[in-house]
């Protein structure tokens, strides 16, 4: 069965400072990862995907298959970062259906 | 073009009754899937429908079962209810079920099994 693990329930960081979330995936398949992110009072949406390998917001995740790790990275935090964000596993075989990991809180502090 | 909206926001309910939940999902979406999250954890994946077929199930019994309409909306009911029901149930939709379609998430509603 396929898992998302993201270890860290909560990163604090200064604005400016760079921020790395860590998400590892469980799948002996072709996975296909995603990044989604709900800001204060707002919905769930969509940062990024793997396939599009863009920078979204500054933000950009490499999928790597033999650490089976698909982190999210920016180099410099601004307060509007402050978010939960979730990592997401879709199998190729399995459409757009998502497993979620449990989430990593992010504050960014003045 | 409108938003993901589900209704009720807010919902309480007792052991044992039966609730339904709706949700309209974005014009020209074929596909909507319907997830839990329980509190501080992920969303959990229920169950997807196209053009108003099941298509694909998570780890969830069959007290939860679903139904899509031609219109774009949707319903998920859940019988028999346990405490451990209680949680944010957000639908998506998305244009279709490829790994490429984006899912949209609604608000969520929130339901409380006392």
């Known amino acids: 069965a396929q898992r998302v693990t993201q270890p860290e329930k909560l990163l604090s960081v200064f604005k400016g400072a760079p921020v790395e979330l860590k998400c590892n995936y469980s799948y002996s398949g072709s996975p296909e990862l995603f990044w989604y992110v709900q800001y204060s009072r707002q919905r769930l949406q969509l940062l990024l995907r793997h396939i599009s390998r863009e920078s979204i917001k500054g933000f950009t995740a490499d999928l790597n298959k033999g650490e089976t790790s698909f982190h999210l990275k920016k180099p410099f935090a601004q307060e509007e970062d402050s978010a939960m964000y979730y990592c997401a596993l879709g199998r190729q075989a399995a459409g757009n259906k998502l497993t979620f990991g449990g989430g990593t809180r992010v504050l960014v502090k003045p | 073009e409108t938003g993901v909206t589900q209704s009720p926001t807010h919902l309480i309910k007792t052991r044992g009754q039966q609730v339904t939940l709706r949700c309209s999902s974005q014009s020209g979406h074929n596909t909507v899937s319907w997830y839990q999250q329980a509190l501080g954890q992920g969303p959990q994946f229920i169950f997807q429908?196209?053009?108003?077929?099941?298509?694909g199930r998570g780890n969830f019994p069959p007290r939860f079962s679903g139904l899509q309409f031609p219109n774009y909306s949707s319903e998920l009911n859940v019988n028999a209810l346990e405490l451990d029901d209680s949680a944010l149930y957000l639908c998506?939709?998305?244009?279709?079920?490829?790994?490429?379609?984006?899912?949209?998430f609604g608000p969520g509603t929130r339901l409380t099994v006392l």
């Open positions: 998506a939709s998305s244009l279709g079920s490829n790994p490429t379609d984006t899912q949209y």
């Open positions: 429908y196209y053009r108003e077929e099941e298509n």
